[in-house]
């Protein structure tokens, strides 16, 4: 097998002319070479010349004739690399390993763990998927929060209503094993060679359900509506848990994947003595603009109705030092309200796969520090979370009705504007004004008077990290924190590519429990 590297197609070009295109690359080497199969492994956009955007694919090919890859530019002999082999420790188990949270860390560690036969125990304090589509769109209907069973809580994690991007800055093995899994649950072939995959949130339901019946059908047991309220210990460590302040499970082995919103089972933990610290994250407001504004941004007025919605990523390092940046970028996106606590704001973005709202919407975030928090206390950035949600509560009127205002009203922090600039610390609205002009230089239109703001987002990440060994352990033994929640992770892919790990290490230590 064979890969190689920048085969280009113009928009007009079908992705039949391929092999053709690989021959002619093999010059006069490729006259006796016959393709016998070939399959994308990645496609991205050239569209720097706006006049001439290019389809830029990586391909994998096998065939029949001569062939010397070291004397040819770009084609090179592939070997695949399997996932590593696990092989079992030996330190007994005498209860099923339990996976608290069923978000993407919690769905790949449980996945990861029933494949090697160890039955996990899955407890997600939030609703099955069917349920959790009708709160969550009861809440956005209506104003009625349930707060077990909203956009960060349930099956599937928060990243269940967003635009599903899956991307990750981290090069694993693991990655493509994910997306493999995903295409399998019906998310679509196309996630397995796009540049930037995105599954979209009403594929990604049904991908995850498809998960949910595997895990189950390899003997892993799930349970919804199940809170983690307490943990039990011994001369050991972990010896057991508490399940809606009722039910007591024995357990050796603890993952704590419970996402970035379980503000009070961060709490508990820290009162039980699981060490913790404060971490950096980002708060801002979210943007949003006509979608033909960005197409036309990204790609001119030739491709605009060939390569779909835009996207984009921008970023700005103000005179103070603080990085500002465009966070969850959703094209033919839609703005959502994603509270999960009462009397408190949240703004996030979300799109469908086909990304046909006509819109574009992105978070952009200021980075905080833990001097800009309120105490030295390991959970003071949710102390400010909360401060900064409970805020913008008051300011619609008691509501969750998103408050917004315009581009020109945050400037001017005139009326509304002004009213959503003091939800926030003054610096956060100051480094936005001051990246908006450069955003405008990179996209124009990004700046104009009338993008509409809407606040506030405060949960990109979480601010406080649950400490963990190089072996993914936290000081408490047989309890590993993992994910977003634990502030080891960025998004849908780092999430699950941590979920994995935690899986590897726990068959690493333990072998199977004989019943």
Request: charged share 25%; aromatic share 6%; hydrophobic share 35%.
């Amino acid at each position: 097998m064979y890969r190689i590297h920048e085969i280009k197609c113009t928009l007009k070009e079908d992705m039949s002319m391929i092999p053709e295109k690989i021959i002619r690359r093999m010059g006069k080497d490729g006259k006796d070479f016959i393709i016998s199969d070939w399959k994308i492994r990645k496609e991205s956009i050239d569209a720097r010349d706006k006049g001439d955007i290019l389809r830029v694919y990586t391909v994998d090919f096998d065939g029949e004739g001569p062939i010397k890859p070291s004397t040819l530019k770009g084609i090179e002999e592939i070997v695949e690399k399997p996932m590593p082999t696990l092989t079992m420790g030996t330190k007994t188990l005498r209860n099923p390993p339990v996976v608290i949270g069923f978000g993407p860390c919690g769905l790949f560690a449980a996945l990861t763990l029933a494949e090697m036969g160890y039955e996990p125990l899955v407890y997600e304090r939030g609703a099955k998927m069917e349920q959790r589509i009708k709160d969550v769109n009861e809440f956005w209907e209506n104003g009625v929060l349930k707060e077990e069973s909203n956009v960060p809580f349930g099956e599937g994690g928060a990243g269940t209503f967003s635009d599903g991007k899956l991307t990750s800055g981290i090069k694993d093995l693991r990655i493509q094993k994910i997306l493999e899994e995903f295409v399998q649950a019906g998310g679509g072939d196309d996630l397995l060679y796009k540049q930037k995959p995105h599954i979209g949130t009403d594929v990604l339901r049904q991908v995850v359900v498809g998960l949910r019946e595997k895990i189950i059908a390899l003997g892993g047991t799930i349970h919804f509506d199940s809170k983690l309220t307490d943990i039990f210990m011994d001369s050991s460590g972990i010896c057991g848990l508490e399940i809606n302040g009722l039910e007591r499970v024995d357990t050796d082995v603890i993952i704590l994947a419970m996402g970035h919103s379980a503000r009070d089972t961060q709490k508990m933990l820290l009162e039980k003595g699981l060490q913790m610290e404060q971490k950096p994250f980002s708060m801002g407001l979210r943007i949003e603009h006509p979608q033909d504004l960005i197409n036309k941004g990204q790609y001119g007025l030739s491709a605009m109705d060939i390569l779909g919605p835009a996207e984009y990523k921008l970023s700005h390092k103000c005179q103070s030092g603080r990085g500002v940046y465009t966070f969850c970028m959703c094209p033919g996106g839609h703005v959502i309200c994603a509270s999960s606590q009462k009397e408190g704001i949240v703004t996030n973005g979300m799109s469908h796969r086909d990304r046909s709202s006509g819109k574009a919407n992105s978070g952009i975030l200021v980075d905080l520090r833990p001097e800009d928090y309120p105490s030295d206390s390991p959970l003071a950035g949710v102390e400010l979370q909360i401060e900064v949600e409970e805020k913008a509560y008051k300011l619609a009127g008691n509501t969750y009705k998103l408050p917004k205002c315009t581009h020109k009203e945050l400037r001017d922090k005139k009326g509304i504007g002004g009213q959503i600039a003091d939800c926030l610390p003054s610096f956060v609205v100051e480094s936005i004004l001051e990246a908006m002009p450069y955003f405008g230089k990179k996209i124009r239109g990004f700046d104009q008077d009338n993008s509409v703001f809407y606040g506030v987002e405060t949960r990109s990440s979480s601010p406080v990290r649950l400490l963990r060994d190089l072996a993914y352990e936290s000081n408490i033994k047989g309890i590993y924190p993992g994910g977003e929640g634990a502030g080891y992770a960025g998004g849908i892919m780092s999430a699950s590519i941590d979920g994995i790990r935690i899986g590897e290490e726990i068959i690493k230590t333990y072998q199977r429990r004989i019943v």
